[in-house]
């Protein structure tokens, strides 16, 4: 796990500008840092099965949310990407990259809403209430290489690495702002450790059955919390 890449993710939900410095990942002041920050407002670190690291408020307990609300989803590129097509000097062009980065955030935040509300489920919505939860998504570390072929007409095909693709999240009471707990998980893909999505990231490929899989593991969640 790129730790510094996680904590800008971080900083993006809720760690102050200190943490916005530089350090080595490989450094004990990054994780010493990483752990500060998941542990903003007396969060602990739990176990929790499918989650790489995940902290949680001592205490806390989703069974009075029947709502869910989740945030416009962020997500940023692998600070290593050079999006140069192989082979060639071709660039992929600003618009192209923010085209890459909004279609994996409406991918994500659909299979979001879509296993929430599976089957009679929990209502997504947006507004706040006393039986709503918040959720914050940010997707770090999106790898994405250009084709190395020609693309044909003007239509593209990106090949996007789950390797380099990070859960950063937070559940929060949408009512009072109380944080319950911070996740933090990276997901690669189960054979060729590549995702191919076409340039509408319509793709219903290994970036899709990934962010169900996390939709999945908070679903689990407040089943369990409401004893189903």
Same mark, same amino acid.
């Given at each position: 796990?790129?730790?510094s890449?996680?904590?800008?993710?971080?900083?993006?939900?809720?760690?102050?500008?200190?943490?916005?410095?530089?350090?080595?990942?490989?450094?004990?002041?990054?994780?010493?840092?990483?752990d500060e920050?998941?542990?903003?407002?007396?969060?602990?670190?739990v176990?929790?099965?499918?989650?790489?690291?995940?902290?949680?408020?001592?205490?806390?307990?989703?069974?009075?949310?029947k709502?869910?609300?989740?945030?416009?989803?962020?997500v940023?590129?692998?600070? &290593?990407?050079d999006?140069?097509?192989?082979?060639?000097?071709?660039?992929?062009?600003?618009?192209?990259r923010?085209?890459?980065?909004?279609?994996?955030?409406k991918?994500?935040?659909?299979?979001?809403?879509?296993e929430?509300?599976?089957?009679k489920?929990?209502? /997504?919505?947006?507004?706040?209430?006393?039986?709503?939860l918040? /959720?914050?998504?940010?997707?770090?570390?999106?790898? /994405?290489?250009?084709?190395?072929? &020609?693309?044909?007409?003007r239509?593209?095909t990106y090949?996007?690495?789950a390797?380099?693709?990070?859960?950063?999240?937070e559940?929060?009471? &949408?009512?009072n702002?109380d944080?319950?707990?911070?996740?933090?998980?990276?997901?690669?893909?189960?054979?060729?450790?590549?995702?191919?999505?076409?340039?509408?990231?319509?793709?219903?490929?290994?970036?899709?059955s990934?962010?169900?899989?996390?939709?999945?593991?908070?679903?689990?969640?407040?089943d369990?919390a409401?004893?189903?």
């Open positions: 796990m790129r730790i890449t996680v904590r800008r993710a971080l900083s993006a939900l809720i760690v102050p500008l200190l943490l916005l410095q530089p350090v080595p990942a490989t450094s004990a002041s990054s994780s010493k840092a990483l920050a998941m542990s903003q407002g007396g969060l602990k670190k176990s929790v099965k499918g989650i790489e690291l995940a902290y949680a408020k001592p205490g806390a307990s989703l069974a009075n949310y709502r869910v609300r989740i945030d416009p989803v962020e940023s590129f692998d600070k &290593s990407w999006p140069t097509r192989t082979g060639s000097n071709i660039k992929v062009s600003a618009a192209e923010q085209k890459i980065l909004d279609g994996m955030a991918l994500v935040q659909e299979e979001f809403a879509r929430l509300q599976a089957n489920g929990y209502a /997504v919505t947006e507004e706040s209430g006393d039986d709503v918040r /959720v914050k998504i940010n997707i770090a570390n999106l790898y /994405v290489s250009a084709p190395s072929g &020609s693309s044909m007409g239509s593209r090949v996007v690495s390797g380099a693709m990070t859960l950063v999240a559940l929060a009471d &949408s009512k702002g944080v319950l707990a911070r996740l933090v998980d990276r997901r690669e893909a189960r054979s060729t450790g590549r995702v191919s999505l076409s340039d509408s990231v319509s793709n219903q490929g290994e970036a899709r990934i962010a169900a899989s996390w939709a999945h593991i908070l679903r689990k969640a407040l369990k409401h004893g189903i």
